[in-house]
């Protein structure tokens, strides 16, 4: 496997280079924090590059951290995924945290809050709530419950998590400034009622935090000094530190009394043409089943891309080369290809594999002959070393390299042509068994016995060279080949995604063949089917006795041209 680039100098790593040189904190504390509400995707392996990343590099530490205050949408299946994911792309966190381990504390901070007179509890409804806080232009006006008492707010809160009032009756909201510009700083709510079973605190709450509230102090507990995250919080980062201004944690979970508050930095988020890099989108393409499911190998889930054949190295290496920057950005799927390409153009066994077979009958070939060629496993790598390739009196060729009545510029087979198997013997093509539908059925060749070794006796040269594999011992494999799963290059941005899904972005070869030694592999190898591209064994569908291979990328960016 190639080994990873290291990650480039970017803005947020000067930043935290500059704070720690600084003395603002003593070393390096990031964390990545998804919400268990479905599998990551691509997007997320940037956030996780760039967390992880940046603390191997910089000597510091990462923590997995569940944002797992939504109790309705989050499960324990997803949350095993997510872990699964991260440890697949090859990190290690320094702790596994939930923000759900932290309900206690951040009740505890709320009522802080509502001590100091920073909070209060609303009884607004939620179109009065909208009212009031007025718009962009407008500044909002205080709830008439703004001016509550703070022994009332105490003993409402306290019976808001007894559970005493229905959901959507109260909430709390943050005392802050509703003509601020900044609409997220208008009295945020930072606690809502909630019936609903958490998949791991259960059901010992009917209140549950805010994002804004629960992430700045999660952060603030477990000593992480820069809290990454994409651009669209950029308007959070007031509320982010208004919170952590004005709460006291005495000791954090490292034990740390009086500790540095974190620091939040956005970047850029990540698209990837043709492809969705959202959740929400990417349940409803699975649970609508226009997809096999989360890890179809034709989305870009991380579950999806193992699956299609990428390996961790390959997406460290897109998230290195996309880098990280202020702005959100559309990347080509040529670099994700490429990305992959280099990775196996290294690592990949070569082997034959016919998508589409053809049987070739070598007339003149003896009928219980078997002999074999010593062919390298890989053109560049002597370690990778060599195999011993069959050959026998029928084989199979591709039906693509042959043509009943080529163009000029074709050279590989047709009748009367001849071309050579690589690695092989020359035939020429004598004869065209048709069955009565007028569909080839097989072909009739003569082989040169003196043309073996890239050679011929003659000197003639042999301009077509084409692949095959010995019939007596292929193995049948199931063969999918996958295209762009949108036909728009921003799927995302369309009011209807479904409507763009390509239709022919799977195809499947049920009867492609390959070559016997591909049965010895392990499930994890990687091959290039030499002029086809690279594949995979399917982790799901592939049993013994039922191989299904899937093309991971094709050998050259041919798509590009096919669109012209
Ligand atoms: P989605 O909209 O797909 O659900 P999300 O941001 O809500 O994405 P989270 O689980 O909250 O998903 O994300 C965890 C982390 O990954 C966050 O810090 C988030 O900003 C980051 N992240 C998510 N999507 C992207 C992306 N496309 N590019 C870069 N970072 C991303
Ligand atoms: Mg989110």
């Given at each position: 496997m190639n080994k990873t680039k290291s990650s480039p100098k970017h803005f947020i790593r000067s930043i935290a280079s500059n704070d720690i040189e600084r003395g603002v904190y003593e070393g390096l504390y990031t964390r990545f924090p998804p919400e268990p509400n479905g599998y990551l995707h691509l997007g997320h392996a940037k956030s996780i590059c760039l967390n992880f990343g940046l603390a191997e590099d910089m000597g510091g530490r990462c923590n997995l951290r569940f944002d797992d205050t939504n109790p309705e949408k989050e499960s324990i299946e997803y949350m095993e995924s997510i872990k699964n994911s991260v440890a697949w792309l090859g990190f290690e966190w320094a702790h596994l945290r939930y923000?759900?381990?932290?309900f206690e504390d951040l009740y505890g901070f709320a009522v802080q809050l509502i001590e100091k007179g920073l909070a209060y509890v609303d009884d607004l409804d939620a179109e009065q709530m909208r009212e009031y806080r007025g718009t962009l232009t407008e500044p909002g006006k205080n709830s008439p419950s703004r001016s509550r008492d703070i022994k009332e707010n105490l003993d409402l809160f306290a019976r808001m998590r007894a559970g005493e009032f229905e959901e959507g009756s109260y909430v709390l909201r943050a005392k802050i400034d509703m003509s601020s510009p900044n609409i997220v700083m208008r009295d945020p709510i930072i606690y809502r009622i909630r019936y609903a079973h958490h998949y791991r605190a259960g059901d010992a709450w009917c209140i549950y935090p805010m994002y804004d509230f629960t992430h700045c102090i999660s952060d603030a507990l477990e000593g992480v000094t820069h809290s990454l995250c994409t651009l669209e919080f950029q308007d959070n980062r007031e509320i982010y530190d208004w919170i952590l201004a004005n709460?006291?944690?005495?000791?954090?979970l490292l034990g740390d009394k009086g500790r540095t508050m974190p620091r939040q930095i956005e970047f850029g988020r990540m698209n990837l043409e043709y492809s969705l890099a959202s959740k929400r989108k990417l349940v409803q393409l699975v649970n609508e089943e226009h997809v096999s499911g989360w890890d179809d190998p034709r989305l870009t889930s991380l579950e999806g891309l193992k699956r299609r054949g990428y390996t961790p190295a390959s997406i460290r290496n897109f998230c290195a080369e996309i880098g990280v920057t202020k702005k959100d950005s559309v990347i080509e799927m040529t670099v994700l290809e490429n990305a992959i390409r280099n990775d196996l153009e290294a690592s990949a066994k070569r082997v034959f594999g016919v998508l589409q077979p053809l049987k070739v009958v070598i007339t003149n070939y003896p009928e219980d002959t078997t002999e074999s060629f010593t062919v390298k496993n890989h053109p560049k790598d002597e370690e990778m070393g060599t195999r011993e390739l069959s050959f026998s009196r029928e084989v199979y060729i591709d039906r693509e390299d042959f043509m009943m009545d080529p163009p000029t510029d074709f050279f590989r087979l047709s009748p009367g042509k001849e071309v050579r198997l690589r690695y092989g013997y020359a035939i020429t093509c004598d004869d065209v068994i048709t069955d009565d539908a007028g569909e080839i059925i097989e072909l009739h060749c003569r082989y040169d016995p003196l043309s073996a070794k890239g050679k011929t006796a003659d000197g003639r040269k042999i301009k077509g060279i084409i692949h095959w594999v010995n019939a007596a011992d292929a193995i049948n494999v199931e063969t999918r080949v996958y295209d762009r799963l949108f036909t728009a290059a921003n799927p995302g941005a369309a009011d209807d995604f479904i409507a763009l899904i390509n239709p022919n972005s799977l195809q499947t070869y049920a009867d492609a063949k390959v070559e016997a030694s591909v049965l010895h592999a392990d499930p994890e190898d990687r091959f290039q089917f030499e002029r086809v591209g690279y594949f995979c064994f399917d982790s799901k569908d592939s049993a013994s006795g039922k191989l299904v291979m899937n093309r991971t990328v094709s050998l050259r960016d041919t798509w590009a041209k096919q669109q012209r």
């Open positions: 923000a759900s381990d932290y709460i006291t944690i005495e000791e954090n």
